[in-house]
């Protein structure tokens, strides 16, 4: 309701509304793959040595994983299968998330190169000679999520006309303006209008104000654009 508004107010040209702003949490969970996970500790030193053991507990708990997934969607295979481990320089007291590639000919030099790249990213430096240690592991088992397309959002035909108009004032120095309002199942990608306008669905009101266009695309989302910037 207000997006147009407090873009405008940061010199900010064009807004998107996506489909369904009002649950977007909600309708992510829908299509969030499903995942088991499970970690231990393990306190190792990130050396040649430490690579048998580093190579028998993930899998270990990549076979957990897998059959706890297993039974959570009633029977369903993985779909792949994550292998990370929480890194530190020996004598820190916070780790870093480094991921594990358990194909490659030394699974523990890669992830300590992995991991001196993400402590250069997360903190500017990286201390390429100091020694390494592994503190936890983690193996996740994954599969996506089947999720049927949205209905009820491009099915209208072209120029739909609003539903309706209402007296909407847009400043507090400005008179009320008769005003379309549209319901945004009627429209379809392609449809375009300048503002002022009113587009009501049942989780949010999307307002354009005097001054923006509004254009619905091919994933309907509703993109609002100032003529020029504030």
């Known amino acids: 309701m207000h997006a147009g508004?407090?873009?405008r107010a940061l010199g900010i040209r064009t807004v998107v509304v996506p489909l369904r702003p009002g649950v977007p949490r909600g309708r992510g969970l829908l299509h969030a793959a499903i995942e088991e996970a499970r970690h231990t500790t393990f306190f190792r030193p990130a050396v040649a040595a430490t690579a048998g053991s580093l190579r028998s507990t993930l899998e270990r708990l990549a076979a957990e994983a897998r059959a706890k997934l297993s039974?959570?969607?009633?029977?369903g295979e993985a779909e792949y299968i994550r292998h990370a481990a929480d890194m530190r320089y020996i004598g820190q007291s916070y780790e870093l998330e480094v991921a594990i590639d358990l194909a490659a000919a030394d699974p523990v030099l890669r992830a300590v190169a992995s991991f001196h790249a993400a402590?250069?990213?997360a903190y500017g430096r990286a201390q390429e000679t100091a020694a390494v240690e592994f503190v936890n592991l983690r193996a996740v088992a994954g599969r996506s999520r089947q999720v049927p397309p949205e209905e009820g959002t491009l099915r209208s035909v072209r120029g739909s006309p609003p539903a309706g108009f209402r007296l909407v004032s847009f400043s507090a120095d400005a008179a009320p303006m008769q005003t379309p309002v549209f319901?945004?199942?009627a429209l379809v990608a392609g449809w375009e209008m300048a503002g002022p306008a009113v587009i009501e669905q049942n989780d949010t009101t999307t307002v354009v104000y005097p001054g923006q266009t509004c254009c619905s695309n091919?994933?309907?989302?509703?993109i609002l654009t100032w003529a020029e910037r504030a």
């Not at 039974?71 to 029977?75: D, F, K, L, N, P």
């Open 183 to 185: 319901s945004r199942s």
């Open 218 to 222: 091919a994933s309907g989302e509703l």
């Open 119 to 121: 402590h250069r990213t």
């Open 71 to 75: 039974e959570t969607i009633a029977g």
């Open 5 to 7: 508004r407090i873009a």
